[in-house]
């Protein structure tokens, strides 16, 4: 059973950085596809980073691209979200996801709820 464990949240200033982790309990390259959500409250999910099962392909939600960078370690089966320039609209609880490779065709448009394995989530507060 996959699981996953998120850290690396914190509250910080606007303009700060913050990088989270999300450890899994396995290898995930070329198995399943990972994202990173967030949800703040009385707002629907929102998915702000994907990558592909390979590593090879990432893509944001516009409201963060170019300040946060998906990536994944598979020496230490992490997945991080490096996130630059925060601003008070970037609060919000983040969650890393995983989905079998097999279910994540659609690459970005991959709807959370295929997503099948979640993580309990990291809180990130931006204060102005």
């Known amino acids: 059973q996959l699981q996953l464990v998120e850290s690396g949240g914190g509250s910080v200033q606007s303009g700060g950085s913050l990088t989270l982790s999300c450890a899994v309990s396995?290898?995930?390259?070329?198995?399943?596809?990972m994202a990173w959500f967030r949800q703040a409250p009385d707002n629907q999910r929102e998915k702000v980073a994907h990558?592909?099962?390979?590593?090879?392909?990432?893509r944001y939600a516009d409201s963060v691209k170019g300040r946060f960078t998906i990536s994944q370690d598979n020496t230490k089966n992490t997945l991080y979200l490096q996130m630059n320039s925060l601003k008070p609209e970037d609060t919000a609880m983040y969650y890393c996801?995983?989905?079998?490779?097999?279910?994540?065709?659609?690459?970005?448009?991959?709807?959370?709820?295929?997503?099948?394995?979640w993580g309990r989530g990291t809180q990130v507060t931006v204060s102005s």
């Open positions: 396995t290898a995930t390259s070329g198995r399943y596809c």
């Open positions: 996801a995983a989905v079998s490779v097999t279910r994540c065709m659609a690459g970005w448009n991959t709807r959370f709820d295929v997503f099948g394995v």
């Open positions: 990558i592909s099962s390979q590593g090879g392909t990432t």
